[in-house]
């Protein structure tokens, strides 16, 4: 069962930040070292659904033209457009996936700390979706925490476990952590070398 959006609406209801993502020396890490396993330097049009109140989007915002950062509450949109005020190349928008998506084709989508609160099918349509919104060569990242939560239907390392049967996917990097399991995959629909930083450089 996916994680009911009572569970969301209450966690928002008591606290403008309920877990707390712009106050801890943990999660600036691990923003930073998602930011810092992006294989290209720029994204031309990025998507990151279930952006919170915007911290990510923050350090995403320095590496993309273009970001398009979505949650479903209402409250966590407004402190994300606040947050990002002045930033012209970010929009925030209300919406819930999977049923909402954008329609447009994007070079990078980064799913942090989401997946986990949907159930296997709906959890596969969501990375389906994620994976055709991708420009040829585009980068899927995830990023999720790895300890038991009574809300979350699976950990980090479940998630990155099952990436790689998923098609139209190639594995560039994984990260794992005691605390959280991050993914870099190219969306590649040939069988071929994915395009590493070095390649891209003409390194190899
Ligand atoms: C734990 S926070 C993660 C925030 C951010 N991605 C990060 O890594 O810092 C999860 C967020 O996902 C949002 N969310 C949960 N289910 C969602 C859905 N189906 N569609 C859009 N947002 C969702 C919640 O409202 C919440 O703000």
């Keep these: 069962m996916n994680t009911p959006a009572g569970y969301f609406d209450s966690q928002y209801a008591h606290a ?9 020396w943990y999660d600036r890490r691990k923003y930073t070292l998602t ?18 109140v915007g911290v ?16 479903r509450i209402a409250s966590a949109v407004e402190t ?3 947050r990002t005020t002045g930033m012209d190349h970010i929009t925030v928008r209300q919406m819930t996936v999977p049923e909402q998506w954008p329609t447009e084709s994007f070079d990078l989508v980064v799913l942090s700390e989401l997946l ?7 959890r596969t349509a969501l990375l389906q979706q994620s994976v055709e919104s991708l420009s040829e060569g585009g980068h899927l990242v995830t990023v999720h925490w790895n300890h038991p939560v009574e809300e979350h239907t699976c950990t980090g390392r479940d998630i990155a476990d099952r990436l790689d049967a998923l098609s139209g996917l190639s594995g560039l990097a994984r990260y794992d952590d005691p605390d959280f399991t991050l993914t870099v995959h190219e969306h590649r629909p040939d069988p071929g070398p994915v395009l590493s930083p070095a390649r891209a450089e003409g390194l190899v």
């Design 116 to 122: 986990y609160y949907f159930d296997t099918s709906t």
């Design 16 to 24: 403008t930040d309920p877990w707390h993502l712009g106050e801890r």
């Design 56 to 71: 990510l989007t923050e350090f995403l915002a320095a590496r993309c033209d273009q970001l398009l950062s979505t949650d």
């Design 35 to 52: 930011v810092a396993a992006l294989p290209r330097s720029r994204y031309a049009r990025a998507f990151e659904p279930g952006c919170s």
């Design 80 to 82: 994300t457009a606040r």
